[in-house]
């Protein structure tokens, strides 16, 4: 996944507290880190919330089961 996002053209440099320093097809990007949901057994997911260029966005990486099942729209 590291060598595709890299060829891609998305290269991380670095973290802070609150922030992500990234490369994106050759231009440094700083985003800010809003919250990290780590992952445990219960939720079996981790999340991350981020503010990039003024939108909040969220990813999600877990169980293909887990998220899939969230993906239903009748879901709780």
Do not use: C, P, W
């Amino acid at each position: 996944m590291v060598d595709l996002a890299r060829h891609l053209g998305y290269v991380f440099i670095g973290s802070s507290a609150n922030s992500i320093d990234l490369e994106v097809n050759g231009k440094k990007e700083r985003v800010e880190l809003l919250k990290i949901f780590e992952f445990d057994s219960t939720r079996k997911r981790m999340s991350i919330v981020i503010r990039q260029m003024g939108v909040i966005k969220v990813f999600i990486k877990g169980a293909d089961n887990i998220i899939k099942a969230r993906l239903n729209k009748n879901s709780s």
